[in-house]
């Protein structure tokens, strides 16, 4: 049997190495939720690329309820017994306690922290313990037909009601999850009943996909996120067909996984089934292993401008591209290909007011550069560290998530964001003091504040360090993407490509400059994007990181141009 999963287990590996590093955390799905929770993750509206196996953060809290809860009611039992008391009567008020304290929980952290709350153990575990009171108190139960029919009916409601009425704008989970899991508890409460001539729950279609919702749990969500990798949104047609899909998808995984490894007991010639499960197990530890290793690796960046990865000279001097070249950076490490400052932990987060940046370029310098803004301004610090180093100057960058050069108020979850404001003026005032000879400034699109606004906003800060002799050299801000480059550059390379009309933002920069001296205004988007269209991948060396960063890799590829483009 092991022969056959070691086998199994080198095949695997050799398709996992260099795809998606997230299937390398697995081994890790014990706590997959307190990972999710760490990254703040949102289902609808995540940035990072989402892992086809990001759905088992159930799971994982579904196992810490195994491991915990048999020992909590051991300890109950064994109190129960040494002080006379019934078990049953123990475990229901153990039971109650955990309800109630987790629930309390649930409602006080999303109010505070959405994402948070969303995933962490203890504001889901009253669920689990609710099913667990029901599972103690359903034998007692004596209900009449006519009270178990309207439990079921307003079960249905319930839950029906939570599918149309709750949207991402839905502070979940909170009160708001008593909704759909009570109308659960309803239902399973009622058992199995009939209304007049509707044998409700009875249906054969029900019970079919009843049958089958783990397999369809464990499926639905990989097939969304290939799909959407794919063709970037889901239409109602296509809904309807990856509904169709998902169902096709997971009977076959019931009929040909799932029972027979529940019979396998009873029918031992589905034991090689077994044994391809212990290899694909192997397969996900091994290929784990391997994929953290490998993503320990650095990324070779002299191999950037040479005949295999020429990057944007591919675009702006039509240089060869060979064919049968992998990309630079690997997919695995695409996420991870991120500027110098990130790594030194002085790209400064939201909360911090604190004016420190990193030193970069030659230290002995005689001339400095600055590069000042947010996380668009942070992505080309391995160009103008490039430049720095090849010029011998200083180069010193002062950048702050979310936190764009314009003198504007900022909302940040709704509320104005003080601590960009008082970074900004520290940044400034840091500035006058340095005197640089260059300051780089650039910034993401920010579509809550008007037009207008955000121009003279532009237009103050840029005045204000002109006035004082520093020339400001603002960049154009970079096309965003319609897709992930990471799910879709995995799946089919030949389709991440995005229409540069849809993703070119007005050049705002060009607008703010006009009325101001001592500046230049550049835009890098023709060595990003072709006349028509913004592919994933340029020169063999990928664009961007994630929606809307470039990869270090690009970055550092547009230096010689960034220059020229620069008067540098």
Known sequence: MFGHARGNAAVCVGRLVGRDRQAGDRERALVQNWRLAGQAVDYLGAEDAPSPVQHFWSLSIEEQFYIVWPLLMIGALWWARRRGYSPVQVLTFVLAVVLAGSLAASVALTRSDPAWAYFVTHTRIWELALGGLLA????????????????????????????????????????????????????????????????????????????????????????????????????????????????????????????????????????????????VGLCVAVAGGLLYAIDRQPIDTSLIGTADYPGPAALLSNAAVPEGVGPLPPLSKIGSDVPVIYKLKCHQQQQSIEATGCQLGDPAGTRTIVVMGDSHAAQWIPAVDKIAKDRKWKLISFTKAACPVTRVTILDDGKPYEQCALWREKVIAEITKLKPDFVFTSQSNYTSVAQDTMIEGLRSVWSELTGRGVHVIAIRNTPFSLFDPRSCLGIDPGKCVNPRGKVEREDIFALAARSVTGMTVVDMNDALCSKDSCPAVVGNIVVLRDNHHLTASYALALAPYLAKSAGL
């Open 136 to 279: 103690l108190i359903l034998d007692r139960l004596q209900l009449s037909g006519g009270v178990r029919n309207a439990m079921v009916i307003a079960g249905m409601v319930a839950a029906l009601a939570s599918a149309l009425l709750f949207s991402r704008a839905t502070d979940f989970p909170g009160f708001k999850a008593l909704l759909p899991t009570l109308g659960a508890a309803l239902v399973i409460a009622a058992g199995s009943v009939r209304i007049g001539g509707f044998r409700g729950l009875d249906i054969a279609a029900l019970r079919y996909i009843g049958d089958r919702s783990y397999s369809i749990y464990l499926w639905h969500w990989p097939l969304i996120i290939f799909y959407v990798a794919q063709s970037g949104a889901i239409g109602l047609v296509d809904g309807v067909l990856l509904i169709i899909a998902i169902l096709a998808v997971s009977g076959l995984s019931y009929r040909f996984v799932e029972q027979p490894y529940r019979h396998s007991r009873s029918s031992p010639q589905w034991r090689p089934l077994i044994d391809g499960t212990v290899a």
